[in-house]
């Protein structure tokens, strides 16, 4: 079930409108034709002037969100309305955000945009993206191979991108996500938004209506002509990959079943095997965010029950694979947490440390306010807990007008997706060489 859509207003108009979608959310209403909440209503389009998207009675239906000029734009507090979501493409420079913002005149750099690059972070070279690409994964270096997965009315595929920097849509999946039994209606299959690769294999999943929602991930070996492997793994949202392995973030996969946490599959062998690896507490809102450092830490999280803002801590890959052996999960909350300092709707391994697209959720999109960087270190002698390091900021935002809507890995690098008036990109980031 997508529900990281969970911000209430701070004015009368936006708290009223976020209740009823919380309701819609939270109630659980079971197996519906269109969506679960209205993250599931991203695909259609940018909502009129004054209307949003919202999920009624299952399904996606516009609604007026009445804003005094006072308060548009302004959500979260300090910040303009960005987003990762619907707004993306068109705040960025073709009109104004809620009256307030004229994107069209402000002076923008030509791969950041309005954004603005922080102290201690270079950047590389950039690529155009294709719209229908919602995340995008890369082979180990030196030569880096992408790859995507695709949305289309008719298709939830995984497709090449070429070799970094040259990208390139391929016109032929390598496969399609959708498992047999869905392929009929793939209106119905809401594509979760990752790409793992294990050194070899590529991993991407969906999920359907209802509560629990039943998911699917797709495990595709691009070099090879085999069959791919589908596997039931509800709830599905975010996973990683390491080498012969991904971390689910989930409620269970393939015959493990179980409370929301991560769920380990192997794929070093067929049939692969799985294994829960980490609890979350007993009470969580949602399953929630992963990422992988290239010294192995890996972050995983959760949305909190009450106030459905994400969370995030630290477990080393030793842990891992004693849990893994062992079929004794980690406890997460046990481990060192990342202290973000608010939500988020994003996370990637940057070199040995993690990036976050911070923010809150506004009206109808997610706030991205910057993207930021906490270094995470190894415990001396493998005994002692991980190091998690304070906040960096990478890059921040400054108005409406350039969005953050991806965050990836290349190597010891950070894949940014970028939109604004100039289009959709791919911009590396790098740390600045001392």
Known sequence: MRTDMKRMGTKGQRAALMGALLAVVLGGTGCGDECVDVFDCRDKGVAPEGQAWACVEEKCTQVTVDIEGNDAGTDAGTQTDAGTGTDAGTDGG????????????????????????????????SAALSTEVLAVVSTPGPTYSLYALRQTATGRDVVALGTWPDVTLGDTAIDTVLAPADRADPTKAFPSYFLAHDGTRLLAGYTKSGFPAPGTV????????EATTYLDAPSNYTAVGTTDAFFINGGGLDTVSGDLGVYALVTSAKPYSAAKVVDFPAQVGASGFSAIAENGIAVFGYAAVDTYVNVAHAVSSTKLAEALSSRTPVVLVNEPK???????????????????????????SFVVTDVSRFSLTPGLGGNQPISVGTRAAVLNATDACTNVDLLSSLGADLLVGVTDVNGRRLVRIQQARE
Not at 97 to 123: H, I, K, N, S, Y
Not at 218 to 225: E, I, T, Y
């Open 338 to 364: 990342v202290d973000v300092g608010s939500d988020f709707n994003a996370a990637a391994g940057f070199g040995n440390g993690v990036a976050v697209a911070r923010g809150a959720y506004g009206a109808t």
């Open 218 to 225: 797709a495990v595709m070996d691009p070099s090879k002509r």
């Open 94 to 125: 073709t009109g104004t955000d809620g009256g307030t913002v004229a994107c069209a005149t402000l002076p923008r750099e030509q791969v950041l945009g309005t954004l603005q690059l922080q102290t201690g972070f270079t950047v590389a070279e």
